[in-house]
């Protein structure tokens, strides 16, 4: 019985809840379908755009496989064989070189950039996309691009501002640490590290070991800015005395590699004189334009850098470690090369280059500063060995890749370098030596180099004390964003940007020594801080942009 009335009661109970529940006929049903559709709705486009990627990756592991590289050599061999007829011949060639040298490099960019394995980090996507998006910016007017570029300088140097430079903080610690009475002794290292400081009567090496690696960025950007200042003067006394190239067209030296790519020049393009195919190639050339490209590569390397994006990859890494490194090579290689032009005069290719590229050699020295000062942006006529087209290119590759540490990212811009290079020693702007040296030995001096990114010794116990002593209240913090300071940081790059845009190329070199002076001035007065380092990169910025 109590049973029997539990159950009724149930039964009752349940009953009763139906109309209550009738109230809200559906409420819950109606929502929960609501909250699925809108989730669904709001998924869509994402899912979508996701199952694209995918595609688009399943795609390009295709495209960029070996076999399809073998078929692209096996394509080359089969035209140079077998008895075709020369149009066959050029179209495979064309494929085949097309493939390797083009549509591979740019496919495998474009798979970094889309990678989403975990074994690619942020970083790498961020160079490589930076490196891809030159490439399609290129297309566009000279002065967009150099508006993005300027901007993005802007930009970044607002993001990264500091003004308290590190001499300010290395002097406060020591000022702090003598206030606070604690004596502590001299560990070994900073025994030996002082002692040698002191010990030292050689006085470059005295007064470069008490820089921090920053002041040495500095004076890296001086150094650089003093080589091709230097160099473009040479450039002209070397073209100015050389009579035979004055008076006429000197027989240049036979050059083996440019006689093989001007064959390959014929059979790719069918054309029976290889001056024909000129057009073609250099439009490939513009339409890739390798060597700004490689400059987006670098400066989304800068940005990864400040803002530790490459995690532990890039931590032993320092933006300006990587810039100092960088500098001093490309001062390396360009003095190398103006001494080696300068040793020996080298016939140009060009038929009556001098009568193209400068005045008669003046009366009066005073003219001869004046000529020699006028930046040789379009290059000279004996200036060969080294290439400097090659010697920056190859800076800038060698800083990006590292970087990035991508072997199919720097197989990639290896590739297309190689191109450019080709296409420069067919075009006989170049001995095909003076592109195959000015590659090699810069490679060969950022390898030389490379103990420059390590901080000092005495740097690196300034650094340690400072963790130790809990330094961070000394900490140089970046003051409030505010008119004035958007004005300091707008004004180098609006220059920068107008000297690329606007002003004619012959006041390049004035708007060169004007940055430097400024710099020097700053760095006298305040150390190196970031208004300094957002100068020195304005002024890469326009000084690489007239020389490519």
Same mark, same amino acid.
């Given at each position: 019985m109590a049973a029997k009335s539990r159950r009724k009661n149930d039964a009752s109970s349940s009953t009763s809840k139906t109309p209550s529940s009738d109230m809200n006929i559906g409420a819950y049903d109606v929502d929960d379908k609501d909250n699925m559709d809108q989730k669904y709705?709001? $998924?869509r486009f994402p899912s979508t755009l996701n199952r694209s990627i995918d595609i688009i990756q399943s795609c390009l592991r295709i495209f960029t496989s070996m076999k399809v590289s073998i078929t692209a050599i096996v394509f080359i061999i089969a035209a140079?064989?077998?008895?075709?007829?020369?149009?066959?011949?050029?179209?495979?060639i064309q494929i085949g070189t097309g493939y390797l040298f083009i549509a591979k490099p740019l496919l495998s960019t474009l798979a970094i950039c889309l990678s989403n394995k975990a074994t690619t980090a942020w970083h790498e996507r961020i160079i490589a996309t930076g490196f891809l998006m030159s490439i399609i910016c290129n297309q566009?007017?000279?002065?967009?691009?150099?508006?993005?570029?300027?901007?993005?300088v802007f930009a970044f140097g607002l993001a990264s501002r500091q003004f308290v430079p590190m001499q300010q903080l290395d002097s406060d610690n020591n000022t702090s640490s003598t206030n606070s009475g604690v004596t502590q002794s001299k560990s070994p290292a900073k025994r030996n590290a002082t002692t040698s400081s002191d010990d030292n009567t050689n006085p470059f090496l005295k007064f470069w070991s008490r820089l921090n690696i920053k002041e040495r960025a500095a004076i890296g950007t001086l150094a650089v800015v003093v080589s091709l200042l230097t160099e473009n003067f040479l450039i002209w006394v070397v073209s100015a005395t050389y009579k035979p190239g004055i008076v006429g067209s000197p027989t240049p030296l036979q050059d083996n590699g440019r006689i093989v790519l001007e064959a390959l020049a014929k059979k790719l393009w069918n054309v029976e004189?290889?001056?024909?195919?000129?057009?073609p190639l250099q439009k490939i050339r513009d339409t890739l334009n390798v060597q700004y490209a490689l400059v987006s590569a670098l400066g989304a390397s800068f940005v990864c850098l400040e803002l530790q994006l $490459?995690?532990?990859?890039?931590?032993?890494?320092?933006?300006? $470690?990587?810039?100092?490194?960088?500098?001093?090579?490309?001062?390396s290689a360009r003095l190398i090369r103006y001494i080696s032009f300068v040793l020996t005069v080298l016939p140009s290719q060009v038929p009556n280059c001098y009568r193209h590229h400068f005045p008669p050699p003046p009366d009066n020295w005073k003219d001869w500063i004046l000529v020699g000062m006028l930046p040789s942006s379009r290059g000279g006529c004996n200036d060969l060995i080294l290439s400097g087209h090659a010697t920056v290119t190859s800076t800038i590759a060698c800083a990006a890749t590292s970087v990035s540490s991508n072997t199919s990212f720097s197989f990639a811009v290896w590739t297309l370098i190689a191109l450019d290079y080709s296409i420069e020693a067919y075009q006989g702007l170049h001995y095909s030596v003076d592109m195959f040296l000015g590659g090699i030995v810069t490679c060969l001096l950022w390898h030389l180099t490379a103990p420059l990114e390590i901080e000092g010794e005495l740097e690196q116990l300034q650094k340690e004390?400072?963790?130790?002593?809990?330094?961070?209240?000394n900490a140089a913090r970046a003051p409030p964003l505010d008119a004035t300071v958007v004005a300091m940081y707008a004004a180098p790059a609006i220059l920068a940007f107008l000297i690329l845009a606007v002003f004619p190329e012959a006041y390049v070199n004035y708007f060169a020594i004007g940055y430097s002076l400024v710099a020097g001035v700053m760095f006298k007065k305040d150390g190196f801080s970031n208004l300094l380092q957002h100068e020195l990169l304005c002024m890469l910025m326009f000084t690489i942009g007239v020389y490519l």
């Open positions: 709705n709001h $998924g140079s064989v077998f008895d075709l007829s020369e149009a066959t011949q050029s179209k495979l566009f007017p000279k002065w967009l691009s150099s508006f993005v570029a300027a901007s993005a004189q290889s001056w024909m195919a000129k057009r $490459g995690g532990k990859k890039t931590s032993h890494r320092s933006l300006t $470690g990587v810039a100092l490194h960088a500098l001093i090579t490309l001062a004390k400072r963790r130790k002593e809990g330094g961070g209240g």
